[in-house]
């Protein structure tokens, strides 16, 4: 009744959409609504159907029961109203947004009063939660409207489980093993209305609000020293952003670019682009990148066609995050492991794919694995990519593992795909055989290697992710687009190899390797950099003007490169080949990037290198909060 209650009252933004896809929301919608009315349940589902103390032998536990959920039932749809006004202001469901005005109550109430219908959403309030009520009243009655009768212990047996079973898989949302019910399920359609429309405002509010409660003490401290105007004048001064090509009323947004953009030769058409992140592509397992063991002989190769940067790094040590600062160039805030989840996930960045599709170009995405996991499809449809495709793409057999299909079946079906795309097309690529549990196809010529014990199934799958990569390069060569693309391959993340560093530096570095036989002289770079530097350095390969509201800087050129990195409430910042590492403790440390065994006493470089990370962490922190991170 609310959700259409939600589209009428917003009815006029579904003049462009079908029907069908409207009533697909209610559909969708469903599994939210259960999720949230299965939380609810969930107390009295735990000792409903006990012996003695059960809902059948207690008349008082049956009024308990009732009294609770009319409460649950008026607290959820209390939320449920006040999103009626709520999306109208925000363009998305109601999130943690409203308690961050409850430090201001007077202010807070009086705003409310002053541009919403309260005494009208109020008394439809009442009326709900009195009908509910009275519902819920008849059908206990009726329910036990005979003498009461103990449950036989064979009875108990089949309906406890079964009920807790059907109330667990509510709340849980779906049967995937990989990930339970996020707001990127709703996520269906290519029109941001109806998939809001698709949410439940009890789920995003409490999900947003728990995982504000969660990280409230952890973030709020690091940006409480400095103001968002010297957060900001800071992080222009590292990223020595020009004040005269600031765009007006934005902090770090700055034209950047030429009017001429940097044309094939074949049909003098725009380059396509194609990034590949490849899971666990640690710069310390290969060897072009002087790894200490070589396990990808066939990026070895590539390397020889490609620039080769040999001190690039991710920005943490998990895949979600490479995902986030890849495609949209920000960092990770401390403490907070996926931004992707939350509700400023909702809100579209300044990234590669909404750049790219401004200038026309056809936006895909590709993972093995199931699309809304760490929330990628949604937080990815918001931001410039239509077409994803995932595990439930590909017929049951070939799935491998919990990890999807393996990597060189990913690798066949986008030399498939593409063929029928038209061009320029922008294609993100991310692998998944290189992880745990390490499953992956047997092949003749990928051997495990037992004398690395305990390990040689990890390095097995580094071998046969490289392969497949290798593999798939040579397709790519074969085809006419491939001869027109700009091929981009990073790792998400390295592998710790010691565990007792609060920050590891194999965790971090990985290769970076740009291919483009066109617009790319092969050679090796040791220009520093990391994932926030992807989307403003294709950029400027492909040339012509655009709008950079990123944290990243192009890695041709001569400008000092840095990266910034955390691990949890660890922070590690490489600046000028010096790398300081903000531990746990909150202590300093000072290394040589080239030496970090070995401490070094600069308290004054110390200081600045701190000074720079901490307003990075601080002015994204403000840009978030001010709405200010999209494209002007």
């Given amino acids: 009744m609310l959700r259409v209650a939600l589209l009428i009252r917003y009815a006029d933004l579904t003049a462009d959409i079908p029907t069908s896809i409207v009533l697909k929301s209610f559909l969708v919608g469903l599994r939210f609504d259960l999720a949230v009315t299965s939380y609810i349940l969930a107390p009295v589902a735990l000792f409903a159907f006990l012996p003695r103390i059960g809902m059948i032998p207690s008349k008082l536990n049956r009024r308990i029961s009732t009294v609770y959920l009319i409460i649950m039932a008026g607290i959820a749809f209390l939320m449920e109203i006040v999103d009626l006004e709520f999306y109208g202001q925000f363009s998305m469901r109601l ?21 919403f219908p309260v005494v009208k959403f109020l008394l439809a309030w009442l009326v709900l939660t009195a009908l509910f009520g009275f519902l819920l009243h008849k059908i206990t009655r009726f329910t036990y409207n005979r003498p009461a009768t103990e449950l036989r212990l064979a009875h108990f047996a089949i309906i406890y ?81 020009d004040p005269d090509k600031l765009v007006e009323g934005h902090p770090i947004a700055r034209y950047e670019g030429s009017d001429s953009l940097n044309p094939s030769a074949v049909n003098n058409q725009p380059h396509n682009v194609m990034l590949i992140l490849m899971e666990s592509l640690a710069a310390e397992y290969v060897g072009c990148t002087g790894g200490s063991r070589s396990l990808a002989p066939e990026f070895d190769k590539m390397s020889e066609e490609g620039l080769l940067f040999t001190r690039f790094y991710s920005t943490s040590g998990h895949t979600s995050p490479a995902i986030f600062s890849s495609s949209c160039g920000l960092p990770i805030i401390p403490g907070v492991k996926n931004l992707m989840k939350r509700a400023e996930g909702q809100r579209p960045l300044s990234g590669i794919g909404l750049v790219l599709k401004e200038r026309g ?10 699309l809304h996991f760490d ?110 693309t700009l091929l981009i391959i990073i790792g998400d993340h390295g592998i710790i190899k010691d565990q007792s560093r609060d920050i590891d530096l194999a965790l971090y570095r990985v290769p970076m390797l740009i291919i483009d036989a066109e617009l790319i002289e092969p050679g090796v770079s040791d220009h520093i950099g990391c994932q926030m ?21 192009s890695l041709l050129n001569d400008k000092p490169g840095h990266a910034l990195f955390i691990r949890e409430e660890a922070v590690g910042f490489i600046h000028n080949d010096y790398y300081l590492l903000k531990g746990f403790d909150g202590n300093f440390s000072l290394f040589r990037l080239e030496d970090p065994d070995h401490k070094i006493k600069n308290n004054e ?22 709405r200010l991170a999209g494209l002007p």
């Fill in 605 to 626: 470089l110390s200081i600045k290198m701190n000074d720079y990370s901490e307003a990075m962490f601080s002015s994204f922190y403000f840009l978030i909060k001010s």
């Fill in 533 to 553: 530097d992807v989307t403003a350095t294709i950029m400027d390969i492909l040339g012509g003007s655009w709008i950079n509201n990123t944290y990243g800087v």
């Fill in 361 to 370: 170009y056809n936006t895909l995405f590709y993972v093995p694995h199931d």
């Fill in 375 to 484: 929330n990628i499809k949604g937080f990815l449809t918001v931001n410039g990519f239509d077409r994803l495709t995932g595990q439930h793409s590909y017929p049951a057999k070939e799935v491998l593992s919990s990890l999807g299909v393996a990597d060189e079946v990913m690798f066949d079906r986008i030399l498939d795909d593409l063929t029928g795309v038209q061009e320029p097309f922008l294609t993100m690529v991310m692998t998944a055989s290189n992880h745990g549990p390490f499953i992956v196809p047997e092949r003749p010529h990928i051997h495990p290697d037992p004398s690395v014990e305990p390990q040689h199934k990890r390095f097995n799958a580094f071998r046969y992710a490289d392969w497949a990569l290798g593999r798939f390069y040579e397709g790519l060569k074969q085809t006419e687009w491939g001869k027109r």
């Fill in 161 to 241: 489980p079964l009920v807790l079973g059907l109330v667990f898989l509510g709340i849980r949302g779906r049967v995937a093993i990989k990930s339970p019910l996020t707001w990127s399920i709703a996520f269906f359609s290519p029109h941001h209305f109806t998939n809001q429309l698709a949410l439940n405002s009890c789920f995003t509010f409490v999900q947003d609000a728990l995982v504000e409660s969660s990280r409230r003490n952890k973030d709020a401290e690091p940006f409480a020293g400095i103001s968002p105007k010297d957060a900001y004048a800071k992080t222009r001064e590292l990223l020595r952003i």
């Fill in 95 to 115: 999130n943690r947004l409203p308690l961050e005005y409850t430090q201001l109550p007077s202010m807070m109430f009086k705003m409310i009063w002053e541009m």
